[in-house]
C-alpha cells in the first residue's frame, strides 16, 4: 500500500497524533517510525524513562504498518510480545517494522525501537502476529 494511504490511517489516530508519529521510511515489508520526544511519555520526569506502555504500543504500531505496507487494510494485532533491554530515556525514538511473514489471513512482524541518537544500540524488540484480510 502506498505511503499517502498510511499517512491517512496514522493522522485519523488520536493515540498516533498524541505520540507525534511521522514516518522515516515506508517501504513494501518495512518501515521505520519516528517519535518526538516529550515529557508527557516518561513513567517519572525525575528518572527520565519513558514508559514501557508506549514501548509497547511504539513497537505494536511499526509492526502494524509494516504488515499494512504489504496487504494494504487493517491488521488488528493477535499477539505481541515485548523484550526491554535498556531504557529510553529523554530521547527522540525510532522503531523499525520488518515484515517476516505474510500468510493467507495473517501476517508476523519483527519491531526494534532505538534512541535516535544511537541507532546501533536495540532498547527494545518486539514479534507480533497481525489478523489481515
Known sequence: MDLSAA????????FHQFLGIQFEKY???????KI????????NPKLGIIHGGIIASLLDIAGH????????SKSPTINLSVDYL????NSDLLVHGEVIKIG???GVADMKLY???????????GRATYKHS
Not at 499517512?7 to 489516530?13: F, G
Not at 535498556?86 to 530515556?89: G, K
Open 7 to 14: 499517512k491517512r490511517l496514522l493522522h485519523n489516530s488520536p
Open 27 to 33: 517501504e513494501s515489508g518495512e518501515v521505520m517510525l
Open 36 to 43: 518526538p520526544f516529550r515529557e508527557e511519555l516518561l513513567v
Open 65 to 72: 504498518y509494516a504488515i499494512f505496507s504489504v496487504v494494504g
Open 86 to 89: 535498556s531504557p529510553a530515556i
Open 104 to 106: 493467507s489471513s495473517t
Open 115 to 125: 534512541q535516535s541518537e544511537d541507532s546501533q544500540k536495540t532498547l527494545a524488540m
